[in-house]
């Protein structure tokens, strides 16, 4: 892409923002990561090992898989992408913020509101007795329970992860606030998300069943690119980072 291509496409993605008074975005999974970082993963073992099936049938599998995995996404900082969509949401350019990521660095990095559609892995809890557990504390409970699986330390039951297992149906509030969002835009925006994955993948469909433009940033062509204002074929952190420069003022 050409200096004068990139001005043209940030450009036109910051007129549609400032154009529409209610600016809904949807992140992907995957918002901030570098290319190719723990894709194998993501796209694979996750899907396997860290389903609902996989928790009730196998747990100390399942934690055995789960706990490194949560640490790492656990331990992740917040990336200048996190840092420039809460700066729009901040200037009132963007209006909600919807994601799939379960790592919550968009509250972390500043973003009011979210609405995370898998919940996040920052915590587990108790499903008998309500308790919930900070995601570090789940090593020393796994380490004592002798066959794997970590376990209220009130009541001793076992413990499931805070967020939305694989085949697990999604938090109904969450999913609801993201179909309200979506029908009050005026401009819809999809960043780094593949919209693979049902139910979410079927949001953008709201927008455009009522001529509302929905535009496309992101690595993954998706099932919407044909009906898209604009699809850009790049990371959306780099467009994310030129539409803060533009649009909002120097903290
Ligand atoms: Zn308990």
Excluded at 61 to 82: L, S
Aim: contains cysteine; charged residues 25%.
């Amino acid at each position: 892409m050409t200096e004068g291509e990139e001005t043209s496409t940030t450009g036109t993605l910051a007129s549609a923002m400032l154009a529409a008074d209610n600016v809904v975005i949807l992140t992907g999974l995957r918002m901030g990561w570098e290319p190719g970082e723990e894709e194998e993963w993501l796209r694979k073992e996750w899907r396997v090992k860290a389903t609902l099936d996989a928790f009730l049938t196998e747990p100390a599998a399942f934690w055995e898989f789960y706990f490194p995995v949560a640490k790492r996404i656990y331990e992740r900082d917040v990336h200048p992408a996190h840092v420039a969509v809460a700066r729009l949401q901040k200037a009132g350019i963007v209006t909600s913020v919807i994601t799939q990521a379960v790592d919550h660095l968009h509250a972390r990095a500043g973003a009011a509101d979210v609405v995370e559609v898998y919940s996040n892995m920052r915590t587990v809890r108790c499903a008998r007795c309500s308790e919930v557990y900070g995601l570090p504390e789940v090593g020393p409970l796994i380490e004592a329970s002798g066959d794997g699986v970590p376990r209220c330390a009130s009541c001793e039951y076992p413990l499931r992860p805070g967020g939305t297992l694989w085949g697990e149906p999604l938090p109904q509030d969450q999913v609801e606030r993201a179909w309200e969002l979506a029908t009050a835009a005026d401009a819809f925006f999809a960043l780094d998300s593949d919209l693979r994955t049902a139910p979410i993948s079927l949001l953008p469909s709201v927008p455009l069943t009522r001529q509302v433009p929905l535009y496309i940033v992101g690595r993954e062509p998706t099932q919407y690119d044909r009906y898209a204002e604009l699809v850009v074929r790049e990371p959306a952190h780099t467009v994310l980072g030129e539409l803060a420069e533009l649009l909002t003022p120097r903290a």
